[in-house]
């Protein structure tokens, strides 16, 4: 569609875009830019400025909450990427008293392999790298500069700048020359906004704003000094990154990552102003091999709890700020003591309302709905794919293993939107029994010990009479398990009933479930109290007469050599009834051949 030369001068030469030209930002244009030429006013047509291709990994996991979409998450993730990059844009816009009047977006997006490829303007690159880091889904976003038709500005530079210029690459050597020493195979990174070869590359610090990517350049530069992870490894042992301001890792996070330096054994992160444990969040299950950190001169001190946070961060741990870690660190405290379930007297009232609920669960849905539910009673469920499962299930879940209950699954710590958290949320007859009808057949196992239950009185349940102030109702806390009738599987499950008076004995006024991976019923198992152990009661032999004694010796000389009970009582008399002498001269005997052939008969 074409743009006549009389309504593109007709066109507003100064603010924002008309709205017949934001619909047809592709079309081309003469000159879109102000009249003025404010350097300020980012309208310029940005969809004939250069694009930088970003890669996104780390996406393709079995654990990404978006899995089982139609194309395995990718437009949310582009979504939320797109979030983010707009909030750093306006945080960046309102530090700098820029008006900022357009939005980031990706102009094109396609998958290969397991990475999401974005093509973006090359201005957004810096805002959009922000996202690097965040957790969406489940999973922590990775992203990356892959290129693209001009260079990524981000701080008042550009990735080309910092990557191929001669000159700054020599500067960065130059620093790394300086600051390793190879007698204790430490590099030392402490205070490297003061450095002067740094400075003279423009580099003042990890918190100015392109301080990471500069940190970015300085691990490119020395991983291009080793061939090998082992080679690396061998050679660096630890990290000083003392006096740097820090107040979280985030500036040096990649420090972990495999391209770099993932074996260190020791970090020294003293002088900052680190203040807790989850500062370091970003370094979790990456160091594994980390054995010594220092972090004296932080807020963190502070923290009594630091040094079994750090441990179960860093499991090869072995001193923290130079001194060893106490032992009882490494104990894990006992667990508590599962107590039996806390069940209230009801008169049998939800011992008879599980039974007939599950049976008409099972079997009869639509006619269990009805009977106990109103047009005031809600419920709702959610999926927990984090939970933990039983060793018997496996690892890694199939595709579309939660795809039945996650369309319609009202899990509030991952839904933001209002309107589809009030449509989750079920209430009247019609309402529950389409919710239930989309459950898959199931079966719940009759036998006790697969279920806890727990049942307590609760004032103020709403009456269906509107008895002022309410009635005294139920509130039944269940686990148990059930079988999809379908498929086989095992699930377990958590759920809240709220009951109250009703015409069937009671009705529910709510209704909340939580359907998660098979776990077992051990956990919550009554421990049997441990028996106590009698010590054995030993009894003095009674004394035994001489004659008595002599009997003994002979039956066990016989046992023993074979002979008869009369010549085992000749061998004992012919040596005194001394059992030694006689079992040596049996054995010399019978070895000389001597012992006639009745000895032996019985």
Known sequence: MAVTASRRNNMPQRGPRSARDLTMRDAPTADRRPAGG????RSRDRTACSLAQLKITGWRNPNFKHADDEDRGASKLTKFIERRANIAQDKHAK???????????????????????????????????????????GINIRIEVLGGSGPVAFGGRDTSELTETPKIKESILAAIRRRFNKETRILDLSNIGQDPDLNNAGFHGLLESYGTKFFRCIMTVCDSFFKTREEKEELIIGITLANN?????????????????????????????????GDLSKWDYKLKKLQHIVLSGNPIETDSTVARSLVQQFPALLTINNSPIPPEIYIKPTPPKVRPPVFDQDGGVATRFLTTFYQGFDNQRADLVPHFYDANSKFSYCVNMKSLRAPSEPKVLPKGEWSTYTRNSRNLHILNN????????????????????????????????????????????PDLNGTKGGVNGLRILLHGEFREVETGKNRSFDRTFILAPGPNEVRV???????????????????LPEPEVQPPIVQEAAAISEEEQKKLWVIELSQITGMNLKFAELCMEQCGWIPADALASFNDKNGKGELPAEVFAK
């Open 509 to 527: 006024v709510n209704d909340m479930m939580t359907i998660r991976g098979y776990g077992g019923c051990e956990a919550f198992q009554a421990e």
């Open 38 to 41: 404010s350097s300020n006013n």
């Open 245 to 277: 301001g820090l107040k979280d890792i985030t500036p040096v996070m990649l420090l972990a990552d495999l391209k770099f330096f993932p074996d260190l054994k020791a970090i020294d992160l003293s002088g900052n102003q680190i203040s807790k444990v």
């Open 418 to 461: 209002p309107h589809t958290k009030i449509q989750r949320l079920h209430q009247g007859v019609e309402d529950i029994k389409k919710a239930f009808s989309e459950f898959p057949a199931t079966h719940h196992l009759g036998y006790p010990e697969k279920w806890l239950v727990e049942c307590s009185m609760i004032p103020n349940v």
């Open 95 to 137: 530090s700098r008293g820029i008006r900022k009047d357009t939005l980031v977006r990706a102009r094109k997006s396609r998958v290969e392999g397991d990475a999401l490829i974005l093509s973006v303007p090359t201005e957004d690159v810096r805002s959009i790298l922000s996202a690097q880091g965040y957790e969406f889904g």
